[in-house]
């Protein structure tokens, strides 16, 4: 379903997410104080405007009540994020995220309401992390200290075993949510489902389990 979201900030992280939602066929109302940033986004969203994120009037005449998520991706001007966040609150925006630079940062924009805080830079170095120390693992999504969900390659061993005879939950207490094969995923598999060679599995588990899953290979 098409939903509207606003960006405020178009850096690098700002743009990105304003671009990857627009090609996924949401409404993007792009933000930012700077011309030249605007400009950049022009083709790349539905809507592009300048303005200050911190000021109310400028955010009410933008219409930005109307949106259900806003995504405050302004960066240095840390002042600035939280002076942002907290009007759109106040404002009563359901779903505010915002980027963060510092853990203090961090720690206020709690205070102030933020739905979600966002840390790109740590996220995609934890992210590659796992890569590097783990060659199986193709990707990785945190879903709290102790639990996450990978995707893997599916080890030559378990070829044309099914999940019933794997038993996976049992000797791992992880889950297989999907099995990817091709361009073709299958989501929450049968136990008589297949695995074939090639195959990427989905998997959902205690980061300890995870593990002894993957060295398991
Ligand atoms: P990235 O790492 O995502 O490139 P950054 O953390 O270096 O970004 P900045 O470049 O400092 O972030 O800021 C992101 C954008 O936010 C900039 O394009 C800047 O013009 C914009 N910005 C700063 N203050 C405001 C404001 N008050 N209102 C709207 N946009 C703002």
Redesign the pocket.
């Known amino acids: 379903m098409k939903k509207q979201f606003a960006v ?7 743009i990105s997410v304003s671009t990857e939602l627009y090609k996924l066929g949401h409404d993007v109302l792009a ?4 011309e030249a ?1 605007v400009n950049e986004i022009i083709n790349d969203s539905t809507h592009s405007a300048v ?4 000021d109310e009037r400028t955010l009410r005449n933008l219409g930005i009540t109307n949106f259900d998520h806003v995504i405050v ?5 840390i002042q ?1 994020s939280m002076l ?1 966040t907290l009007l759109l609150k106040d404002m009563g925006i359901e779903s505010v995220w915002v ?1 963060a ?1 510092s853990y203090y940062h961090h720690k206020v924009l709690d205070k102030l309401g933020a739905d979600k805080i966002i840390h790109p830079e740590h996220d995609m170095g934890n992210r590659i992390a796992q890569h590097l120390v783990s060659e199986k693992v193709i990707d990785y999504i945190e879903l709290s200290d102790d639990f996450s969900i990978v995707e893997i390659a599916a080890p030559p061993h378990m070829d044309s075993k099914t999940l019933l005879d794997l038993n996976i939950r049992a000797r791992f207490g992880i889950t297989i949510l999907g099995i990817k094969r091709g361009k073709d995923i299958n989501i929450s598999p049968m136990a008589d489902d297949q695995i074939h060679k090639d195959d990427i599995l989905i998997v959902i588990g205690h980061k300890n389990d995870l593990k002894r899953f993957e060295d398991s290979h």
């Open positions: 405020i900030g178009l850096g690098r992280f700002g933000i930012d104080i700077n940033k303005g200050d994120g911190t991706a302004i960066g240095d001007d600035a942002c980027k630079q």
